[in-house]
Nanobody, 118 residues
Framework: VQLQASGGGSVQAGGSLRLSCVAS????????LGWFRQGPGKEREFVAS????????YYEDSVKGRFTIFRDSAKTTMYLQMNSLKPEDAAVYYC????????????WGQGTQVTVSS
């Protein structure tokens, strides 16, 4: 499995960014894909996840209503639309994948930096 994340950048608070994660190497119908982030001096934290087969989603509380995770199955690409960005959203964002039924996210893409200025 290969995951390639992109789309990070610098925005002002209240702005928007869309992150992309191109997934390859296998079919993902039995996988969860997700986004994690790691801010300066912080541990990596879960942001959102998506079931590739059903499209069902799950969000960390602080991003609910502001972030949307979705996929384009034809492009095997997952997205994270981030609206109403806050300075505390600034972090390196990583996409990840795990086979359904497994407990540990075991495939990771490289990070993409998101900077939010106040």
């Amino acid at each position: 499995v290969q995951l390639q994340a992109s789309g990070g950048g610098s925005v002002q608070a209240g702005g928007s960014l869309r992150l992309s994660c191109v997934a390859s190497g296998r079919t993902f119908n039995s996988y969860l894909l997700g986004w994690f982030r790691q801010g300066p001096g912080k541990e990596r934290e879960f942001v959102a996840s998506l079931s590739w087969s059903s499209g069902s989603t799950y969000y960390e509380d602080s991003v609910k209503g502001r972030f949307t995770i979705f996929r384009d199955s034809a492009k095997t690409t997952m997205y994270l639309q981030m609206n109403s960005l806050k300075p505390e959203d600034a972090a390196v964002y990583y996409c990840a994948a795990v086979g359904i039924g497994y407990s540990k996210w075991n495939y990771w893409g490289q990070g993409t930096q998101v900077t939010v200025s106040s």
